[in-house]
């Protein structure tokens, strides 16, 4: 089965998961996010449900299929009910909510293909409610062409950008490891967020089929800090996000943490302080070794140097 991340699906028990790979050779590689429960908050098709978080996930499928629990939730494909794609999914949500149909519109009439677009998360599976944000997805090098036309729609005025409430509460809930203002001077730069009739939302990467390659799992070693160059910076929004690197010993950082994605471009000096990892191919660092990458980050000194220079 075909499947990357942003993607979800349905198994026959009716439980909702969050595909969180690309690659699956042992089942799919997800997490769980939804159960159904009586009680529960979320309602789809006259079926209420229950949102998981990342432990009590963990501690739900220990109990009920403890065969799923490995490094990831791993789920036969033989268990599999329904795939939910983003790129399938979009034309009936844009049709249903006009904030999705908004980003969409911009998008499409910018020049960005609607294959190449999708909608994740809640909305993708009909599990939203009111106040719940918009995970747009874009795929591939489109991906960077959409965030220069989201921008640009901030500077028309046809979107906004976030208020000072919002960055709070944003750090508030991501808990880095950095002070908040150096978290708003990156975060600011990034400019895959924005708000768009009062709603909150991501612009999410996602490869290229094209794009997909296996990933080497890594021997963890112990802590490391590192001063580096980033010399390719293409899949800094992907899950997890990659940073190669001009470096004496590590040839790549591995981002888990969504707080430090895109962080840094090409060309600019990084400190990274993770856990060091060796690969076939030689080592790597890895940041996000934990749900809250506590001790764990991702700083332009570039970026910083620049803006302390003015």
């Keep these: 089965m075909r499947a990357r991340i942003r993607d979800f699906f349905e198994t026959k028990d009716g439980w909702i998961f969050a595909v969180a790979d690309y690659n699956h050779p042992e089942g799919l590689r997800s997490m769980l996010r939804y159960v159904p429960d009586e009680r529960g908050e979320r309602e789809a098709n006259g079926k209420r449900y229950r949102k998981l978080d990342f432990d009590p996930a963990f501690e739900f499928l220990r109990k009920e299929r403890p065969s799923y629990v490995r490094d990831l939730h791993t789920v036969p494909e033989s268990d599999v009910l329904r795939l939910y794609q983003p790129s399938v999914g979009l034309q009936a949500v844009a049709k249903r909510d006009l904030r999705v149909n908004k980003i969409a519109t911009i998008l499409a009439d910018a020049g960005v293909p609607q294959t190449e677009m999708g909608i994740t998360g809640s909305m993708l599976i009909g599990l939203n409610g009111p106040t719940s944000d918009i995970d747009f997805v874009v795929y591939g090098p489109w991906w960077w062409k959409a965030r220069d036309i989201i921008n640009a729609a901030k500077a028309g005025g046809e979107i906004q950008d976030l208020d000072l409430a919002t960055w709070q509460k944003i750090y508030k809930k991501r808990k880095p490891e950095t002070g908040f203002d150096e978290f708003m001077l990156h975060e600011k730069r990034k400019g895959n967020r924005g708000m768009v009739d009062g709603t909150y939302f991501d612009l999410l990467f996602t490869r290229d089929w094209s794009q997909i390659e296996p990933q080497m799992k890594g021997k963890q070693l112990g802590p490391r800090k590192i001063v580096a160059t980033v010399t390719d910076a293409r ?7 990659i940073f190669r690197l001009d470096h004496d010993e590590v040839s790549e950082i591995f981002c888990y943490s969504h707080t430090y994605a895109g962080q840094a471009r090409e060309g600019e000096v990084v400190e990274a302080q993770g856990v060091l ?10 940041v996000g070794t934990t ?13 910083q140097e620049g803006v302390g220079g003015r």
């Design 291 to 303: 749900r809250e990458a506590k001790g764990e980050w991702i700083r332009s000194l570039t970026l």
């Design 235 to 241: 899949f800094a929004f992907d899950s997890p996000a």
């Design 277 to 286: 990892e060796e690969t076939a191919a030689g080592l790597r660092l890895v």
